[in-house]
């Protein structure tokens, strides 16, 4: 595996891809597994939903009780849309940290760039090993789904959940892409990790309480939470539009890693 | 003969911190290049800057003929490079980092590797953060000659290896001298540099004091020799000597700091009973204090 700068950020990420993947696929298969039950006592938990403030529902990630007790809506609020969109965006913003700023961190750059291969090929390969296994990742929810799916009767679309989790992946891809481009700007790892993680907490819960408090709803429309909320891939199928948005935005945030770490000293 | 490394006007400012100031040199082709001066002297600096992991804030490096910024690859691909402060991929085997950077080069490295191996006695199959600091310079030493690259650009190369190591680091030296290799290496310990190249260079705090060749310095190095009589001996008797400095004398021990050789002083000594003889080498900066006197008349 160790024949790229590619092959090498997979082969040093092999055992946490495992982790993260079985973590996943874990939280899916419980809130597949408890689905039937909440179906059974629908409502009861709608007048408990119903209880709680309105706030409460926008950060699992739907706008009223009955979207949440649906199939979508229900794994929407456990996975795509709330816990599993912010693990696989903690993986992609690792990995984006990890491709320049913890590189030079590590104050192996270096060595590294001593070889012949240029700065624009070294962050090339380090995205493509973040989508590589985000995807991977992102996959195996989604292949959980399908094999759950007729085993507890969600009556999901294959096509849908297929759907819903590719724009997981990338969601998670703009916060990776995001710390990418941080790192290739600044190269310090800390200062990479705080910004990244920060504005993907800041967007998060901006989504969460644009619901609640009016002047939000502007900045809640840049969060990319927002956006894959907005079009519930899971229930309706892929946004075209979305999705279009998400991949400008990864590729604008690549590029500018890209020209960041052409332009600049490194850390040695 | 042809240049393997030419800087003009080299200069690399952090801010408005002088890394280095206006450096003019040329390298030729087939020598091996001394790059002498004290810690923080902008060694680094300007290895960082040829091989452009840094951007001079102006000046040029020209490398084999090739632009140190247009041609970086190209350049990449004829250099081997050992960092000076040497950080490697702890989670990796010495045999797994060797074979990702032969990888990274395209090049089939096995025989070559296995030779050095053998000849600077390197265990590979173990994890390298578990190597010695001496070990993680041997791994660095391999990886720096394993594509017998046309240039070596090695910062502070002997760093934390044994004497018996050392040897055999400069055997290979040689080797790749007698094939018409360059070697440009740093360091901050004169003895080495006057043992192993052909022509240094003096830097200190971002300036070239000096390019000479390698005799050429030692006639100019200021060395000291301490000697402890028998019986007090007078200064006046070494002050005779054109080629002493200064002369120390504190009860029956006396300080001599001289320049070229050590011989006519040792002669001169030798007239009365020498009780211990101690001489003080290796200090660069009392070495060159002459040519630091030149530069801005402060002596650090």
Known sequence: MLHSVYGETIWSRRNSLALYVIGLGLLVGITVGVYPSVRQDSEAFAQLLESMPRGMLSFLGASDVSELLSPSGFINSRVNGSVGAVVLAILAISMGTAAIAGEEDRRTMDLLLSTPISRRRVVLERFAAMVTLVGVTAAAVALVMIVANPMVDLELSVANIVASNFELALLALVFGSFALAVGGLTGTRGLTIGIAAGVTVATFFINGLAQLVDWLEGPQKLTPFYWLQRSDPLGTGLSIEDTLIMVVVIAAFLAIAVWGFERRDISV | MAAAIILEGLTKYYGSTLGIEDLDLEVHEGEIFGFLGPNG?????????????????????????????????????????????????????????????????????KAEIASLVARLDLDLDRKIHTYSSGN????????????????????????????????????????????????????????????????????????????????????????????????????????????????????RTVMVTFAGSVDPVLKLAARYEVETIVSHDGDLESAFLAYYHEGDGDAA
């Open chain 2, 41 to 109: 002297a902008g060694k680094s600096t300007t290895i960082s800057a040829i091989l452009d992991f840094i951007r001079p804030t102006s000046g040029t490096a020209t490398v084999l003929g090739l632009d140190s910024r247009r041609d970086v690859v190209a350049i990449h691909r004829l250099v081997g490079y050992l960092p000076g402060e040497l950080a490697m991929y702890g989670r990796m085997t010495g045999r797994e980092l060797l074979g990702y950077l032969a990888s990274l080069r395209n090049v089939n490295a």
């Open chain 2, 136 to 251: 993680r310079q041997k791994l660095g030493l391999v990886q720096a000659f394993m594509h017998r690259p046309r240039l070596l650009i090695l910062d502070e190369p002997t760093g934390g290896l044994d004497p018996i190591v050392q040897r055999e680091f400069y055997s290979l030296l040689d080797e790749a001298k007698a094939e018409g290799r360059t070697v440009f290496l740093s360091s901050h310990i004169l003895p080495e540099v006057e043992r192993i190249t052909d022509r240094a260079a003096i830097i200190r705090k971002g300036q070239l004091m000096v390019v000479a060749e390698i005799n050429e310095l030692k006639q100019q190095a200021q060395r000291r020799v301490e000697f402890t009589f028998a019986e007090p001996v007078e200064p006046e008797v070494f002050l005779s000597l054109s080629t002493v400095r200064e002369v120390d004398v504190v009860a």
